[in-house]
């Protein structure tokens, strides 16, 4: 149980254009997703916190306006690159937490490899 | 600051041997919790250790907490090539839903 799936796994896409990335957990229902990067051979920085049905905290110099986040069901919360640029590539994790995927515990996705040309 | 540090940054050991890591942290927390990462994958939830708990075990693993020392340890035993990947600290300030901040995380080596 407490599976957390990302989609797409890996998106190139030119300078300029949008990027949306998915994650969903499939067999709990997640009140809380957390979105990540990373960085390659660096540790997961926290970008933003959403709970479903409300906006999303973002932490600090994190542009919310360039990386848009909804949560508009228990199971799907999605992550969109606005104007994608070459620094923005990275590899994006989502988290989920939530009833009956313990209380205190974090399901990752797979993460999502962005590269932008 | 970095909430989460471990140490060593880098061990490589031999298939058998036990490998010992360890984390640091700076503020009070809820619980801290261990991580596995193989390269350009996801995270694998390892184990959850809360304030009030010392020491953990599950499989060939075990955790240790100390508080009063703001550290932890992760100890994998008789390790396998299979072990091989990075492993991350992360804690929490609260309990349920909370966010965690991760540490540098410690690459980890297993010759076959």
């Known amino acids: 149980g407490a599976v957390v799936s990302q989609h797409p796994s890996r998106v190139i896409c030119k300078s300029g254009t949008s990027v949306k990335i998915e994650c969903r957990s499939l067999?709990?229902?997640?009140?809380?997703m957390f979105w990540y990067r990373q960085f390659p051979k660096q540790s997961l920085m926290l970008m933003a916190t959403?709970?479903?049905?409300?906006?999303?905290?973002?932490e600090q110099g994190v542009e919310k306006d360039k990386f848009l986040i909804n949560h508009a069901s228990l199971t799907l919360s999605t992550l969109t690159v606005t104007s994608a640029h070459p620094e923005d590539s990275s590899f994006y994790i989502c988290?989920?937490?939530?009833?009956?995927?313990?209380?205190?515990?974090?399901?990752f996705g797979p993460g999502t490899r962005l590269t932008v040309l | 600051s970095q909430q989460g540090e471990e140490d060593p940054q880098a061990l490589s050991i031999q298939e058998g041997e036990n490998a010992t890591m360890n984390c640091s942290y700076k503020?009070?927390?809820?619980?801290l919790q261990w991580y596995r990462q193989n390269s350009g994958r996801g995270l694998v939830h390892l184990i959850l250790?809360?304030?009030?708990?010392r020491e953990k075990h599950s499989g060939r693993l075990r955790v240790t907490l100390d508080t009063s020392k703001k550290s932890s340890s992760l100890l994998i035993t008789a390790s396998r090539a299979a072990d091989t990947a990075s492993y991350f600290c992360?804690?929490?300030?609260?309990?349920?839903?909370?966010?965690?901040?991760f540490g540098k995380g410690i690459t980890l080596s297993v010759r076959p």
């Open positions: 988290s989920a937490s939530g009833q009956g995927g313990g209380p205190d515990t974090q399901y």
């Open positions: 067999d709990f229902q997640a009140t809380t």
């Open positions: 959403s709970n479903e049905g409300s906006k999303a905290t973002y």
């Open positions: 503020t009070s927390i809820n619980n």
């Open positions: 250790i809360r304030s009030n708990e």
């Open positions: 992360a804690t929490a300030k609260t309990g349920a839903n909370s966010k965690l901040t």
